[in-house]
């Protein structure tokens, strides 16, 4: 297979990049979610679902929107990870801002 017939990959799944983004700016829409990650809109409420029904994160309601809280000590899914919580990973990707950029719960 030549180079340009291989399909490309990356490192991080959709679910990593989504929890994220949602460090980085915990009140972020669902669209926005989306276009930074390059996935759809349907997709990106998809995996907001899932890692909130796998304890990941919650969310509470303010207005019209949403703002995400994290539970950074939860550990990878994968058995291999299973000691690694998810703050370190998150770690990686910190943005600090004087707007305190992550939210831990």
């Known amino acids: 297979m030549s180079d340009s017939q291989r399909r490309p ?3 991080l799944t959709s679910h990593a990049r989504v ?9 972020i ?3 926005d979610v989306a276009e930074m990650a390059g996935i759809t809109e349907r997709s990106a409420q998809r995996i907001i679902v899932e890692l ?3 304890g990941y994160l919650t969310h509470e309601k303010i ?3 949403n703002r995400y809280m994290l539970s950074t000590d939860t550990t990878l899914r994968h058995p291999l990870e299973q000691a690694v919580e998810i703050r370190f990973l998150l770690d990686v990707f910190r943005v600090d ?9």
């Open 52 to 54: 909130e029904d796998d």
């Open 97 to 105: 801002d004087d707007h305190g950029s992550t939210t831990e719960r």
């Open 63 to 65: 207005g019209r929107r």
């Open 9 to 11: 990959w990356t490192f």
């Open 19 to 27: 929890l994220i983004l949602i460090s980085q700016n915990p009140n």
């Open 29 to 31: 829409r669902v669209r």
